[in-house]
């Protein structure tokens, strides 16, 4: 097949719509269930590339949830400890394939920004990553296969319109690549840059040690950078972006957002989250939404307004602003990949308050000096890569 029409482009006003391979090869495509639409394959194509990349620097199975042409999650297939297995409502699954592993960290880490994502997934979907994907609200699904019986439970969901996309992993695109906009055409060699152990190895800082599992987990920051919408900075832990900060114009804005969902992260896994009582036949995403509001600033609101009926069994006590900076200080030996340089020592004041211990970011700004002063101060191991990620 040379090109597939679509519905319409990225609103129902932009029509036509199709894709199409732009050296007149055969899509590597097929779709197996649904109808994708442009924005469906704007994600599933940016997030087969960053699976794929995972997956190959890793040699673990890798999973993204991907909005908007940015990952909300990224993770490679490490097991999951019985509290993350709870934090992400899977713990009723028993023993969850390693590709399940890697959705469910994916879709777990920021639940918010995943809901109606669309899933990108390294190796053959299995029936057990199948049945966790079902029970998800999600546009869609790209993989380079699927079992049979995964795809059939696949083609459950959406009343059999879920959108589930092969593609060959074979497939190789052009080393040139276009984009019209305004109507006037940009080409531009694609970013084939690899990003392995020699990324890091330029360590500028008094602490020199980064150790293995800090270099996978500033690999998977770095990889999910180059297909994150700029400015950007990602934080990782233990194989899985735990915090996302996508398309600001300012690199502290990038550093403020993706810290707070790194923190948010873990604040659910407290004592004070994990003992909620929450109503019967609350749905998930309610569950995810009152558990926001439960750790940020505005459940004085909810508790006055006598809202938390509707939500918990039991009213549960205030999350005190002492007691979540008393947790998150025990958060440590987080990694933070930034796809261009800090240029202020303030984006490394707000990582540190995230447990950030590892940094690998291009360098190269005016005051490096000052933002490897901050780093020493807090005993970080930063690494200047000298490689700028931009992706747009």
């Not at 029409?5 to 029509?15: M, R, T």
Request: with cysteine; hydrophobic share 40%.
């Amino acid at each position: 097949m040379k090109e597939l029409e679509l519905k319409y482009g990225c609103n129902p006003n932009q029509k036509p719509a199709k894709i199409a391979v732009n050296d007149g090869r055969d899509l590597p495509i097929e779709v197996l269930c649904g109808r994708p639409g442009y924005i469906n394959f704007m994600d599933a194509f940016n997030g087969w590339q960053l699976v794929s990349e995972l997956k190959k620097a890793t040699g673990l199975p890798a999973a993204t949830s991907f909005k908007h042409v940015s990952p909300a999650g990224a993770a490679v297939g490490l097991p999951l400890s019985d509290t993350l297995a709870k934090i992400y409502w899977v713990d009723d699954l028993g023993e969850l394939s390693p590709l399940a592993c890697a959705y469910a960290r994916a879709r777990g880490a920021d639940r918010m920004s995943s809901f109606g994502d669309f899933i990108a997934l390294s190796d053959v979907c299995d029936v057990s990553t199948a049945k966790l994907i079902k029970r998800e609200v999600s546009d869609g699904v790209i993989a380079p296969g699927y079992e049979p019986e995964a795809l059939e439970i696949l083609k459950e969901k959406k009343k059999g319109n879920y959108n589930v996309i092969q593609i060959d992993p074979d497939y190789v695109p052009a080393p040139i690549e276009h984009k019209d906009v305004f109507g006037i055409q940009f080409e531009q060699g694609r970013n084939e840059l690899v990003i392995d152990d020699a990324l890091f190895a330029n360590v500028v800082t008094e602490n020199k040690e980064i150790p293995e599992a800090a270099k996978r987990d500033l690999a998977i920051s770095m990889i999910t950078l180059k297909y994150t919408q700029s400015n950007s900075v990602c934080y990782v832990k233990d194989g899985q972006a735990i915090g996302i900060g996508a398309g600001q114009q300012s690199r502290i804005h990038c550093t403020r957002l993706a810290g707070t969902k790194a923190d948010n992260w873990f604040l659910r896994q407290s004592p004070q989250v994990l003992g909620l009582q929450f109503v019967d036949e609350i749905k998930r995403a309610d569950r995810d939404n009152a558990i926001d509001l439960y750790i940020g600033e505005d459940y004085m609101d909810v508790l006055a307004d006598g809202a938390w009926e509707n939500i918990f069994k039991v009213k549960p006590e205030v999350f005190t602003r002492e007691e979540k900076r008393a947790w998150l200080d025990q958060m440590t030996d987080v990694a933070l990949g930034s796809d261009a340089f800090f240029p202020f020592g303030d984006n490394i004041e707000r990582a540190h308050r995230s447990g950030v211990k590892y940094i690998a970011q291009p360098g190269g700004s005016v005051r490096d000096d000052n933002v490897i002063e901050t780093c020493n101060k807090y005993k970080m191991a930063m690494a200047f890569t000298g490689i700028r990620l931009f992706h747009h």
